[in-house]
């Protein structure tokens, strides 16, 4: 297992492009740091979306049930 992790961890190092690594020497710091920033930031921003899509959805639900067309005055 360890094998495994470590063989991708190389294989996206070497064909990613150094992204992370040159930023980190940019801005002084290492490069596991500037990667677990981008991968926290990542899910932040998911679960942001997810929590606004649940907001939106259940204050449509709430308009819904106060705008409802009621027939008659007996519906209530």
């Known amino acids: 297992m360890?094998?495994?992790i470590?063989?991708?961890?190389?294989?996206?190092?070497r064909h990613g492009f150094?992204?992370?690594?040159?930023?980190?020497?940019?801005?002084?710091?290492r490069a596991k740091s500037v990667r677990?920033?981008?991968?926290?930031?990542?899910?932040?921003?998911v679960g942001i979306g997810?929590?606004?899509?649940l907001?939106?959805?259940?204050w449509l639900k709430l308009k819904d049930l106060v705008y409802t067309k009621r027939t008659?005055?007996?519906d209530l």
Do not use: C, P, Q
């Open 36 to 45: 677990l920033f981008f991968i926290y930031a990542s899910f932040f921003t």
């Open 50 to 53: 997810f929590v606004l899509y």
């Open 2 to 4: 360890h094998s495994f």
């Open 55 to 58: 907001i939106l959805a259940f």
């Open 72 to 74: 008659s005055v007996f």
């Open 6 to 13: 470590s063989n991708t961890r190389y294989f996206f190092e």
């Open 18 to 29: 150094y992204v992370s690594s040159r930023l980190a020497d940019k801005i002084g710091m």
